[in-house]
């Protein structure tokens, strides 16, 4: 096992670590090279009925009673530990997630950013008076929900729980986290630099576990008043599910088909980085990877050779090395993302481009050659599924109306990317595309703490990052006062 900086093994309950109620832990592997990295404890439904207990304890108690400038304070704090950390926190995602070093630290100082956003506008969250009958004055206040349950996943863990929780923590509800059982380690230093910065007892309750036991314990726990999700649609649709016999509000963001659309008359050198970034990006798994890449037939073949030379150029290698691309979580997603790969392969679709994988990877390590498919059909399964790996589709068309039914006909509606040099076509594509968020001749896959982020159909509901964020963690009371 690698050395820690503390002990894995225990969850955060009422502000002290200790050992999970079941005494069992269960391994965390490294998908560098499939070595048996440290254990985590394998918290159970009597530790997240803990954890939900202490979080209401800590609204009765100090948590509660603190002001709004106070709790964005000591969330200010939690920055700036952040930061003085980030490389410490790369490199346990590295070992973790397998995530290179850049792109973790890029978490790390990202993770620092929303708190700090969320630490100033924590007092700056305001209510509206309304003009209501003579004799009256009504008022409307932001309160917070109460416990809130985070269930995060394996791919972004920092930036999810900077969003996520530092918004719910900002708007001052107490917060019971469980984090996705193959990436623990940082969710865990995240406990660490919380109790450090002051954060009340019971505030913060982190939970490691397996999904269907820990999980599904805080999904359906009657004492939990709001629960965010990020991850799969299957589990997403199990926690609404959970949350509808509680009758309670929740943010699910359930990933993506996300297209990037490249018009003619686009400044192709401009575009070129980001179309291959953002899907190769963490090896592909994230929720906004621009997985589709649809294209004006005149430019179609230019940008397929123009794509290939990068997937050529692509250094894939344990994350400790900083590579571009490291290896996918676990040999289950490997698994997975082949599966995608061997489908593409008995139908056909053609390689465009593949990176090469050098020949002394560590054996037991997680890897998968980013590779570039082109042309797709539109209703292709690798151009209508979630891959959740380093692989592209490419899709050509004909005209604004074609890219768009394309861009548009998938179950999914997240992110898209649109690249052209023309106004008005900029904005009747932004308007029509089916999903939360646009960008005009740029892609911020996962990126931009300051904008609302969120889905529609299949990609889930509710917004999370930016003040929007604040809304959603928090519950709206109108008083009406008669005093005439
Ligand atoms: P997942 O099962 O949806 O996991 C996400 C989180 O939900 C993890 O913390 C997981 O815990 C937890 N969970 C699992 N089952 C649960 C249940 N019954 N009740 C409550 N919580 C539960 O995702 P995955 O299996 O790791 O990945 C599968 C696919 O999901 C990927 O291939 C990808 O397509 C998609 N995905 C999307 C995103 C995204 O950013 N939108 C992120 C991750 C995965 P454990 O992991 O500890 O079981
Ligand atoms: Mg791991």
């Given at each position: 096992?690698?050395?820690?900086p503390?002990?894995?093994?225990l ?5 002290q ?16 090279d499939?070595?048996?990295?440290t ?8 530790d ?8 209401q ?5 100090p948590?509660g009673a ?8 000591i ?10 950390q ?7 995602e590295?070992?973790d997630v ?29 209510g509206?008076t ?15 929900h ?11 863990p ?8 530092g ?6 509800n ?5 984090p996705?059982?193959e990436?623990c ?5 995240f ?25 599904a314990?805080?999904?359906?726990h009657?004492?939990?008043?709001h629960?965010?999700?990020?991850g ?8 609404q ?10 943010t699910?963001?359930l990933?993506?088909?996300s ?14 980085p980001?179309?291959?970034n ?13 997985s589709?890449?649809?294209?004006e037939?005149p430019?179609?073949d230019e ?24 290896p996918?979580?676990?040999?289950r997603?490997?698994?997975i993302?082949?599966?995608?790969l061997?489908v593409?392969?008995d ?9 090469t994988?050098?020949?002394?990877l560590?054996?037991g ?24 790996g380093?692989?592209q ?5 004909d005209?604004e ?23 008005g ?6 308007r029509k ?10 892609y ?6 300051e ?8 990609s ?12 959603g ?12």
């Amino acid at each position: 096992m690698t050395s820690m900086p503390f002990d894995t093994r225990l969850v955060l309950i009422n502000g002290q670590w200790r050992s999970g109620a079941s005494g069992q832990t269960l391994p965390l592997l490294n998908p560098s090279d499939g070595s048996l990295l440290t254990e985590i404890a394998r918290g159970n439904a009597a530790d997240i009925a803990a954890a939900v207990d202490s979080a209401q304890a800590a609204l009765d108690g100090p948590w509660g009673a603190l002001t709004a400038a106070e709790r964005g304070r000591i969330l200010l704090k939690m920055s700036a530990l952040t930061l003085v950390q980030a490389d410490e926190l790369a490199r346990l995602e590295a070992l973790d997630v397998g995530k290179p070093i850049k792109q973790g630290r890029a978490d790390a100082v990202a993770m620092a950013r929303y708190l700090e956003f969320y630490g100033g506008a924590a007092d700056k969250v305001h209510g509206e008076t309304i003009p209501f009958a003579n004799g009256y004055t009504a008022l409307t206040i932001r309160e917070p929900h109460g416990v809130t349950g985070h269930i995060v996943p394996w791919n972004y863990p920092m930036q999810i729980i900077g969003r996520s929780v530092g918004a719910a923590l900002a708007m001052g509800n107490a917060c019971v986290l469980k984090p996705a059982e193959e990436a623990c380690l940082t969710a865990l230093a995240f406990g660490r630099i919380a109790l450090e910065a002051g954060l009340p007892a019971g505030a913060l309750n982190i939970v490691p576990g397996l999904g269907e036991e820990a999980g599904a314990a805080l999904s359906s726990h009657p004492g939990v008043a709001h629960l965010s999700f990020t991850g799969s649609v299957a589990v997403g649709q199990m926690i609404q599910a959970a949350a509808a016999m509680n009758t309670i509000p929740v943010t699910l963001e359930l990933g993506g088909k996300s297209p990037q659309i490249v018009f003619a008359d686009a400044d192709l050198d401009a575009a070129l980085p980001f179309l291959v970034n953002a899907g190769i990006q963490n090896c592909g798994q994230t929720c906004s990877a621009a997985s589709r890449i649809l294209v004006e037939r005149p430019v179609f073949d230019e940008v397929r050779a123009r794509m290939a030379e990068r997937y050529a150029a692509l250094k894939v290698g344990p994350a400790m090395d900083d590579p571009d691309v490291g290896p996918v979580i676990s040999a289950r997603q490997r698994e997975i993302v082949q599966g995608f790969l061997g489908v593409a392969r008995d139908t056909g679709l053609a390689i465009a481009a593949q990176a090469t994988l050098p020949a002394d990877l560590p054996k037991g390590g997680c890897y998968v050659a980013p590779t570039l498919l082109a042309p797709a059909a539109p209703d292709h399964r690798l151009a209508q599924e979630e891959i959740f790996g380093p692989v592209q589709v490419m899709i050509p068309f004909d005209g604004e109306a074609e890219a768009l039914k394309i861009a548009n006909g998938t179950a999914y509606g997240l992110v898209a990317g649109v690249w052209t040099r023309d106004g008005g076509r900029q904005l009747r594509m932004a308007r029509k595309l089916h999903c939360g968020q646009v960008f005009i001749n740029n892609y911020g896959a996962g990126g931009g703490i300051e904008l609302p982020f969120g889905g529609v159909k299949h990609s889930g509901h509710g917004r999370e990052k930016g003040f929007e964020a604040l809304y959603g963690f928090s519950s709206l009371k109108t008083i009406a006062i008669k005093h005439d």
